[in-house]
């Protein structure tokens, strides 16, 4: 267990934005995590745990207490059910059961930054996969009771990039993921999401071979700028900055007669099902369509050239000129169409 004083943070986020830690502990086990946690709790100390720093924006002032980085390893394959360690690198997973073992569950979720443990928080997900979908089950230390536990897929209360960690984020450190894959014959799982299938060829509901739909989304993925290369300051993000709206009934027609105002009653925004008497609709189209292009930006802080959901660090930006941009465009979509987009990363010592 490796410990720091006065650690600079920036470098352990994608956003490579943030100011130092007062501590920061890198935990190799899961019993130095409950060890560090417990300490930390008992001297009523702050604490942040830090995965891979994919979803994270840190303020300039940086965190005064303990940052507990979570380092563990662990890639145990038992027939279909997988265990990964929380601090496992998730795309280096992907990869493992797709092409090593030809495991269907998780393929499109290729090329997705950050740590396994981070994944339920979020409820990680991108075209059509979302990791609720193949959970059984998170194996978590439960700060309030100060034991570890074992929280079914069922008591995660999974929703839309949400889960009972992200309701709860003082309360649960996750230590340990485990996943149902599928043995499909080489084959991936159904095709659910529109923009894959077009890339591939297929109608929805279609399978395609295992190791095309791990190439298709991390060239999908490429091209908006969502896979990290440290050349390429478009990938100095968060990924996607803004969750998608999800809109009521009436709050989605009060929408459309603003996009028919603003833009023409022949333009039809972006509408998916998302469950009973709601409606989704696309941040991306949102931000753009409100005038912030891609490249949008004179600072160092600026939309990525590739896609306009990701805000980036151009080189130099502190926290102050990222939250600066996405205020900016948080208040022109609302002027614009009357919605409040809500971000998706983590704020730690800054908000919107």
């Known amino acids: 267990m490796q410990e720091l004083h006065d650690a600079p943070l ?31 709790d008992q001297a009523g100390e702050p604490l942040l745990v830090l995965g ?41 997973a992907v990869d493992t059961a797709v092409l090593e073992h030809g495991l269907a569950g998780i393929e499109f979720l290729a090329g997705i930054p950050g740590s396994a443990g981070a994944t ?33 897929a069922e008591d ?32 991936s799982t159904p095709v659910r999401y529109a923009e894959a299938a077009r890339t591939m060829g297929v109608g929805p509901g279609e399978r395609v071979e295992l190791r095309a739909a791990r190439e298709a989304v991390l060239k999908l993925r490429s091209g908006k700028g969502m896979v990290l290369d440290p050349e390429d300051h478009d990938t100095w993000s968060a990924g996607s900055f803004f969750t998608n709206p999800i809109l009521t009934e009436a709050e989605h027609a009060a929408f459309l007669a603003r996009v028919a ?4 009653a022949d333009v039809q925004a972006p509408a998916y099902e998302a469950g009973a008497g709601h409606k989704k609709t696309s941040a991306a189209w949102l931000i753009d369509k409100a005038g912030f292009t891609k490249g949008y930006g004179a600072g160092p802080a600026r939309l990525s050239t590739k896609h ?27 002027d614009a169409f009357g919605v409040t987009l809500v971000n998706e990363p983590v704020m730690v010592g800054v908000s919107l």
């Not at 306009?308 to 609302?334: H, P, W, Y």
């Open 10 to 40: 920036a470098p352990l986020t994608t956003l490579r934005i943030g100011g130092p830690a007062g501590r920061l502990v890198t935990a190799t086990t899961d019993d130095e995590v409950v060890a560090v946690v417990r300490a930390a």
């Open 52 to 92: 891979g720093g994919s979803n994270l924006v840190i303020g300039d002032a940086g965190f005064p207490g303990t940052v507990l980085r979570i380092a563990t390893k662990g890639f145990a394959l038992d027939g279909t059910t997988l265990e990964l360690a929380a601090g496992e690198v998730w795309s280096d």
């Open 120 to 152: 339920p928080v979020q409820n990680v997900g991108a075209y059509g996969q979302e990791v609720s979908q193949t959970i059984t089950e998170v194996v978590a230390y439960d700060r309030r009771a100060g034991e570890t536990v074992t929280v079914s």
């Open 156 to 187: 995660c209360a999974f929703a839309y990039r949400h889960s009972r960690f992200k309701a709860e984020p003082d309360r649960w450190v996750v230590l340990r993921v485990r996943f149902a894959l599928e043995d499909a014959d080489g084959m």
């Open 261 to 264: 105002e603003r833009l023409g």
């Open 308 to 334: 306009t959901l990701a805000l980036t660090n151009r080189g130099t930006a502190t926290a102050a000129d990222l939250l600066a941009l996405a205020r900016e465009i948080q208040t022109g979509v609302a």
